[in-house]
């Protein structure tokens, strides 16, 4: 299944995506990592980033997406 | 502490993980019922830290506030120990007439005021304050509106979407949460300095503390099962939706002060059987010259839970006449029965009449 990753800046932020996602049907699970601002929370987001990303921002959350 | 016993929002492993969850859905609950965003709802220790927080963080040389005649020393305490830093405050009076508290309010604003700070309703007496005036007039001046919420929430309706900016409130009283938490929540539109910096779980590799909320002002581990458990209340406020909470309380407080007026030498100080609208369900009362904390004593002894004293409420007490007496208060919840108030008035009665 494809999927992508997007770098939220902490848990709140994150678990806020994760059930905004779900009630709009898209699948998406939390995963803790460590990326270029140290610990972070990312979201592992199976779905398009194309219909993702301006559904995010439309709640306040922009697509922080890893390098 | 059984299904959740890791840390909330530092590891990635399946407990922590469920503990973050669960921490997240109290913080929407809460948020929800302020009309906030969860991002901007702060779980702090009590009212006391939330109102410290919002204080202290828009504290700045030669900064001024505008206080209320009847704050609680949550709020009159911080806001005196900035005057050693520079900062100043004025009290206005409340009154009985909210125009005339209003006038009063505004004339006590002056261009270096940062913020005016009041409670929903006195902890003494359940006066109440004119918030939604209140909050216009802090908007037309331009200055930061917080309400310490402690003894209104779950009971009064408080919204950020109201106009007010923060909201500062207990988690043990009218949200029936557990002693030791609280709640801070903002609209964003005053940033705040910090209180204490720590570890947030977030941005960790920077040695400043993060910018966004509500990491900022929750450095440190939660009280997370305290956090849990708040959520937990403000369900259970929803469930019976604060109006009829409300309702009970009031109908209770209206009971108790007009049958306490009727016994001699008994002198009740809440008027909420007078003038209902301006009054949060708390009656105060005295018995003869028993001292409040006597008073408090014998009706502990006879079965009765009531706090005797000044309540940290000195400025309320000094408006009052009751500085050098407290005085003892009754609080009702939504658990209170009717039967239990005809109770404590006939303790109250015994014990006027054997003084």
Do not use: W
């Not at chain 2, 005016?116 to 918030?131: D, K, S």
């Not at chain 2, 109201?162 to 929540?185: E, F, R, S, V, W």
């Not at chain 2, 009362?285 to 409420?313: E, Q, T, Y």
Request: charged share 20%.
């Amino acid at each position: 299944m494809n999927f992508f990753l997007i770098n939220t800046r902490s848990m709140t932020q994150a678990e806020k995506a994760r059930l905004y996602l779900a009630r709009n049907g898209i699948k998406s699970v939390i995963i803790r990592t460590t990326g270029r601002n140290g610990c972070t929370f990312t979201l592992k987001v199976f779905g398009d980033a194309g219909t993702v990303c301006p559904m995010l921002s439309r709640i306040g959350i922009s697509c922080d997406l890893p390098r | 502490m059984t299904a959740y016993g890791a840390n909330p929002g530092r590891s990635g492993h399946a407990m922590s993980m469920a503990a973050s969850r669960a921490v997240f859905a109290s913080r929407s609950a809460c948020a929800e019922f302020f009309g906030a965003e969860p991002e901007n709802t702060v779980f702090t220790l009590n009212c006391t830290h939330a109102l410290n927080i919002a204080i202290k963080g828009l504290a700045r040389p030669g900064a001024h506030f505008v206080l209320s005649d009847i704050e609680h020393n949550a709020v009159i305490r911080p806001v005196h120990s900035l005057k050693e830093r520079g900062m100043s405050y004025t009290l206005f009076e409340s009154t009985p007439d909210p125009v005339q508290t209003m006038l009063n309010a505004s004339r006590a604003i002056r261009p270096e005021t940062v913020a005016l700070i009041c409670t929903a309703a006195g902890n003494v007496t359940g006066q109440r304050m004119p918030l939604l005036e209140l909050a216009d007039l802090c908007r037309r001046r331009r200055i930061c509106f917080i309400v310490d919420a402690a003894q209104g929430a779950g009971l009064l309706p408080l919204n950020l979407k109201d106009g007010i900016n923060i909201i500062c409130t207990a988690g043990h009283k009218g949200l029936y949460g557990p002693m030791g938490t609280g709640l801070m929540l903002t609209d964003g539109k005053y940033p705040l300095k910090t209180l204490m910096e720590g570890g947030t779980g977030s941005a960790s590799e920077s040695l400043e503390q993060p910018e966004f909320l509500p990491d900022r002002f929750e450095s440190g581990t939660i009280n997370t099962p305290g956090a849990i458990a708040l959520g937990a209340g403000v369900d259970f406020v929803r469930s019976r939706t604060p109006q009829k909470i409300l309702e009970h309380e009031t109908a209770l407080c209206r009971n108790l002060c007009g049958t306490l007026r009727k016994i001699p030498g008994v002198t009740v100080y809440s008027e909420i059987d007078r003038y209902q609208e301006q009054y949060a369900p708390v009656v105060s009362f005295n018995i003869g010259d028993i001292p409040s904390a006597d008073a408090s004593l014998k009706l502990s002894d006879m079965g009765f839970c009531l706090r005797g004293g000044l309540h940290c409420a000195p400025l309320a007490h000094r408006k009052l006449g009751t500085l050098e007496t407290g005085t003892v208060r009754f609080a009702p919840s939504a658990f209170t029965t009717p039967e239990e108030v005809n109770r404590l008035a006939k303790a109250v009665n015994y014990l006027a009449r054997t003084k």
